[in-house]
């Protein structure tokens, strides 16, 4: 395995200080997300419980509001990344360590060269082994018969 580079080393120290801020924040929002979930629980339970001594003339008028503001607390639609795999398969060839032309060549005289040497030893074990033995085999078999 090649040493890693002073480049490659930045980038991967980067990289997991970027993992461990994502990973702090996510836990921090995560947080804040429970405590307001207990906050908004205590609210509708509090709601309940004095909705309950309402008139039912106040709850009639309140009903309206509360569609209201439902309709006002509906997220938006998250856009479609439809082109999201491309970016991140350009961003990911960017950081790719691309061969030289030397190794490019090198490598490919050695798969050309294995290549030849196993095309012949197997064309030998073939022809001058395997194809004489079967042969003889079928010969013998004529002969019993």
Partial sequence: MAKKSKTQKAKASAARAARKEARVASEVEAESNQIEATEVDAAEREKKRIGSFLKKEEAKAEAPAKAESKAEKKPAKPKKKRFQFLKDVKGEMKRV???TRQDV??????VVCALLFFGIYVAILDNAIVTPILV????????GA
């Fill in 105 to 110: 060549v090198r490598w490919s005289v050695v």
């Fill in 136 to 143: 003889g085999i079928s010969s013998l078999a004529g002969l």
């Fill in 97 to 99: 360590t691309w061969p």
